[in-house]
């Protein structure tokens, strides 16, 4: 089974700075990677996801992440964070062959200050 | 977006008591989840179901038992609550066969066992 560790349980920014929100997983073997947001009282919304080709993916709202299969990560950033983007964000991987188990992070809470 | 809906949103219950929670999509997906999210744990799965006659235990199956009764519905029941079970708890789906499918939440239900 996998693992995915997002190492930084809360990450403080102030706005129209920019961020990183780890993520690393345990395999190496063929993944798809996700990232999922949770605005507070609500479920999970997709950002974006990593299948296959470039390494480099963008999402919504202006986020973007890169796969390492080397370094097995996939780290989201933002270049300009806003107050909206205040939330919890999830990275997720799902090795594909097992029956599209998703595999979850324990979330990274994202505050933007003023 | 309603695709994914869970009745009911919020629950207060005592211990012992046996309750259920229930799932209905409109997105035509065969593959539903259950997890349960706790802070700091991320999003945990309980079970997962292929189709109507497939049913499968997640990691943290103990205390509960699920309902595939249509390919539109899959419930959730806790047969006697325990206050560790008080937690946010999601229905999810995927489209089936798809590597690398992304999973859509609905909005979650929040259950406190007092």
């Known amino acids: 089974a996998q693992s995915v560790t997002q190492l930084d349980s809360q990450v403080p920014v102030f706005e129209e700075a920019p961020v990183e929100l780890r993520c690393n997983y345990s395999?190496?073997?063929?993944?798809?990677l996700f990232w999922y947001v949770q605005y507070p009282n609500q479920g999970l919304q997709l950002l974006l996801k990593?299948?296959?080709?470039?390494?480099l993916v963008k999402g919504i709202n202006g986020f973007e992440a890169e796969f390492n299969k080397s370094q097995t990560s996939f780290h989201l950033r933002k270049p300009s964070v806003h107050i909206s983007d205040t939330a919890e964000y999830f990275c997720?991987?799902?090795?594909?062959?097992?029956?599209?188990?998703?595999?979850f992070g324990s979330g990274t809470k994202l505050n933007v200050k003023p | 977006d309603a695709d994914v809906t869970q009745t009911p949103r919020n629950r207060i219950t005592k211990t012992g008591k046996r309750i259920m929670l229930e799932c209905s999509q409109t997105?035509?997906?065969?593959?539903m989840y259950w997890y349960r999210q706790d802070p700091g744990l991320g999003l945990r799965l309980i079970y997962y179901?292929?189709?109507?006659?497939?049913?499968n235990k997640g990691e943290i199956s103990d205390g509960y038992s699920v309902s595939r009764q249509a390919q539109a519905k899959f419930s959730l029941s806790l047969e006697s609550a325990i206050p560790n079970q008080t937690a946010l708890y999601f229905c999810?789906?995927?489209?089936?066969?798809?590597?690398?499918?992304?999973?859509?939440f609905g909005p979650g239900t929040r259950l406190t066992v007092l």
């Open positions: 395999s190496s073997v063929s993944v798809y």
């Open positions: 990593y299948l296959s080709g470039s390494t």
């Open positions: 997720a991987v799902s090795d594909g062959d097992n029956f599209n188990k998703f595999y």
């Open positions: 179901s292929f189709d109507v006659k497939d049913i």
């Open positions: 999810a789906t995927s489209d089936i066969g798809q590597g690398g499918s992304e999973q859509f």
């Open positions: 997105k035509g997906h065969d593959r």
